[in-house]
């Protein structure tokens, strides 16, 4: 009885091996289980968690390891179980266009959410679909959807048209406007100067 149970759990953890994934959701281990019952698949979730095989991240949502091992990106992303992508003042931050200490991770998606994972603070701002499934300036990293620093920009001044950059003058302006238009956002004139950087 307990090798039929064995076996049952290396196979599941070799599906789970095969996904390619770190984290996932319930409904993620049912479909890929094929277990139909709820009660059944959360009595399976927790005795893996009590063998610790899983790592509970939230409700609903676990782990193949610890959360403080996981790329917190990755984490914020898969979270949201919806199409999402890093951007903003956490991508513009690692450039140095932004140089204050920025505290919580950005996102975009179809929501509009705060939430935290561990230490990590995170915030999804919400994106018209039009705009959110426009794929210029994204770019895949380790498995996570990450926008370059043009479309990082381009994002933050569709939110906020007025919005200050510490290094203005490390952006590149032409790939900006030129995502801007590619993608329908408002241009951003006030913006440009293609002749002159701009040190402040």
Do not use: C
């Not at 059944?40 to 782990?63: A, D």
């Not at 929501?111 to 603070?121: A, H």
């Amino acid at each position: 009885m307990s090798t039929g149970k064995s076996n049952t759990t290396l196979k599941r953890f070799a599906e789970l091996a095969k996904m390619g994934e770190l984290v996932f959701h319930t409904k993620d281990a049912a479909n890929l289980w094929q277990i139909e019952n709820p009660n059944t698949l959360h009595t399976t979730l927790t005795r893996y968690t009590k063998q610790k095989l899983l790592f509970r991240v939230f409700r609903g949502f676990y782990s193949l390891k610890p959360v403080e091992q996981i790329d917190p990106l990755l984490l914020g992303v898969k979270a949201l179980h919806i199409y999402a992508y890093v951007s903003g003042e956490t991508v513009l931050a690692k450039s140095g266009i932004i140089q204050q200490n920025v505290s919580q991770i950005t996102l975009i998606s179809s929501k509009s959410k705060k939430f935290s994972i561990g230490d990590n603070q995170y915030y999804s701002r919400k994106l018209s679909d039009r705009f959110l499934y426009n794929p210029r300036g994204i770019i895949k990293q380790d498995g996570i959807n990450i926008a370059t620093t043009e479309r990082a920009v381009a994002d933050l001044l569709y939110f906020n048209p007025k919005y200050y950059f510490d290094a203005a003058y490390l952006i590149d302006w032409k790939k900006v406007r030129d995502i801007q238009k590619r993608i329908g956002y408002p241009l951003t004139p006030q913006h440009y100067d293609f002749t002159q950087p701009k040190r402040r």
